[in-house]
């Protein structure tokens, strides 16, 4: 008989072996044969569907026969009504690419393994149809019900995969039930890539809740960094880190970018590295540590990696630093670079004086800590920066150990405690009076070719007789380019002179731009000048004003000059016994100086 009639004949002696009884046993044989063929030549239709069931399930269901059924539990019949449809499209998104089935006599077999699916008719001429074609769907089996069966033969079946692991590609939920199933469509080409990175991405995370380590270390060894989708990537490394993958968490953390990232999970694989000592040195891996750190994650391992090798903004530094010194680790290198980073930008940054410390109870370098000394004592110096009180204890730390000391650490430190001298505690006071520092600094800077002379200078005048000579003058101080050329022109006031002319001088560079001019006035005399700046062609009047001798009685210093002036501020004020007594002790040492200091 042609093939639809044997089915159909098989089919009716099936169902009604019951009432034929002999005849039934008699054709068993034959319609087990024929039903094992149809099997494995993929044959579907009604009649075989139901001889599948009723003849394969219940009295040949071998693990072969069961794989195979496996393969066809999933066809349907589409049934067209118009003849120009010749190919039904199916899409399933779960699939790389859409399945096309022929339409023989307006029906195709197809296989449906889930609801989430879209059925498209095709004419001739290759146009689609959604919608707007009729078609009727038959389906010959309900695959739930054989989930059972098919769970321990068909492992190796996509269809019977892609049904157990779930309809909706958005919606999959993985469980223990499939989660089997899920790990070999992971490796099944025909599928989705965006599915499978799904799949993969759930595996990993159910194998690491369930505390797999096996398998879970087995994916991870084979996923590659095209497999992670980008929601993904922080899951991913963290569970590299949490297996010891170190070299392959610190890839994929380059390629994903730190901050995408858990700072946690890099210090975790990071120390890894850094313990292995795997990678030193590397700006990348360097860069990777700070963004952990800044986000709040480290150990002592992070933050020795970071103090030997990190280089970044100053004040990020300063961080590193801080963090180190909370841990009670070496911080020499940090604070080094720090210092070093502040000469190169001159950026301020907080704690400095704490990191100047740290620096120096670490085992200083001489030649930094002058470098950095005399950068804070110029900026003291020349710009009116103010500077902590332990900037001038290092230079006297310096003095103290034999150690060269920078000429402007020199100027800065008289300028500093010129002011302080009624304050000075009993060690500094021995520096300046039992030492006499400010004496041998005065000496280097008077006595020398240099001769350098600042206002601050007269407030040394009870330890210094060169003081007390600069004490007798009142000085015109201004502050320029040091390039420049300053000219100070002045007139010198008397109350007997009239009509004098301004004198044109050019003011001395002391040191980096300041300019000192000094006068030696009386008694009423005052001085009016006004100050000019050049550089190159140009001119400028920068600074005017009047300066005069103070009207108070000054021989307290007791220069000459101080008894000079006395002498007249007593006359203007009718005060003849004082003025008399002045000009008595004024004489007393003139005569004392020819005599006992006479040159032959």
């Given amino acids: 008989l042609p093939g639809e009639y044997t089915e159909y004949l098989y089919h009716y002696v099936v169902k009604n072996r019951d009432r034929i009884g002999e005849l039934y046993d008699a054709y068993a044989p034959q319609i087990g044969r024929f039903v094992i063929k149809q099997l494995y030549g993929g044959k579907i239709n009604s009649n075989l569907a139901y001889l599948y069931q009723e003849v394969l399930l219940k009295e ?58 879209t059925v498209l008719l095709e004419d001739a001429s290759g146009n689609r149809y959604f919608g707007t074609r009729e078609y009727q769907t038959e389906c010959y089996f309900f695959p739930r019900r054989f989930i059972p069966l098919l769970s321990e033969h068909a492992k190796d079946s ?25 790990r070999y469509l992971v490796d099944c080409e025909m599928l989705d890539d965006e599915y499978r990175e799904q799949m993969r991405m759930s595996l990993l995370t159910y194998y690491f809740e369930q505390d797999d380590s096996a398998n879970l270390e087995e994916m991870l060894t084979s996923v590659e960094l095209t497999h992670v989708p980008v929601k993904n990537r922080g899951e991913v490394v963290k569970y590299l880190s949490i297996r010891g993958m170190y070299e392959k968490a610190y890839r994929f953390t380059l390629a994903f970018g730190p901050e995408n990232i858990e700072a946690k999970t890099i210090v975790r694989f990071a120390g890894g590295l850094i313990e292995e000592n795997v990678i030193t040195g590397d700006d990348e891996f360097t860069c990777m540590l700070y963004s952990a750190f800044e986000r709040g ?23 590193v630093w801080k963090a ?29 004086e704490d ?61 500093y405690y010129s002011g302080k001298m009624d304050s000075l505690t009993e060690w500094e006071t021995s520096i300046c009076v039992g030492f006499e520092v400010h004496k041998e600094l005065y000496h280097q800077l008077l006595y020398t070719q240099k001769k350098i002379i600042m206002p601050f ?6 330890i210094s ?136």
């Fill in 60 to 117: 040949m269901a071998t693990p072969d026969n069961i794989r195979q059924f496996a393969e066809i539990v999933f066809y349907n019949r589409i049934r067209v009504a118009d003849d120009d449809i010749v190919n039904v499209v199916v899409v399933d998104e779960r699939l790389k690419e859409e399945m096309i089935y022929p339409v023989t006599g307006r029906s195709a077999y197809v296989l449906l393994f889930s609801n989430d699916h």
């Fill in 158 to 182: 996509i269809p019977y995969n892609l049904f157990v692991c779930g309809d909706n590609k958005e919606l999959f939920a993985l469980t223990g039930k499939n989660a089997s199933r899920c």
């Fill in 297 to 319: 994650k480290y150990n002592p391992e992070v933050l020795e990696y970071l103090v030997r090798h990190y280089k970044g903004l100053s004040k990020n530094l300063r961080n």
């Fill in 324 to 352: 180190t010194a909370s841990f009670d680790l070496d911080t020499f290198e940090v604070c080094e670079r720090i210092l070093l980073q502040i000469l190169e930008t001159g950026a301020y940054i907080g704690d400095e």
């Fill in 355 to 415: 990191i100047y410390q740290s620096y120096i109870e670490s085992g200083a370098k001489t030649d930094v800590n002058r470098a950095y000394l005399s950068y804070k004592s110029y900026e003291y110096l020349i710009r009116d920066r103010v500077v902590g009180e332990y900037i001038f204890k290092g230079v006297e730390s310096l003095y103290n150990r034999n150690r060269t000391i920078p000429f402007v650490c020199m100027l800065a430190y008289l300028k």
């Fill in 457 to 462: 200078f007269a407030d040394y005048k009870q």
């Fill in 465 to 600: 007789d060169k003081a007390r000579e600069i004490a007798d003058h009142v000085m015109v101080e201004y502050r320029g380019n040091p390039n420049s050329t300053v000219v100070i022109h002045y007139i010198i006031s008397r109350k007997e002179d009239e009509g004098n002319s301004y004198i044109r001088e050019e003011m001395r560079n002391m040191y980096g731009g300041i300019f000192v001019k000094e006068f030696l006035l009386f008694y009423g005399e005052s001085v009016q000048y006004y100050v000019t700046e050049s550089y190159g062609n140009k001119e400028q009047l920068t600074e005017s004003g009047t300066i005069r001798k103070d009207e108070e009685l000054t021989s307290a210093s007791l220069g000459r000059y101080a008894l000079i002036n006395d002498i007249a501020l007593s006359v203007s004020l009718q005060d003849y016994k004082t003025a008399q007594e002045l000009f008595d002790e004024y004489g007393q040492r003139e005569f004392m100086m020819k005599e006992l200091f006479n040159l032959q």
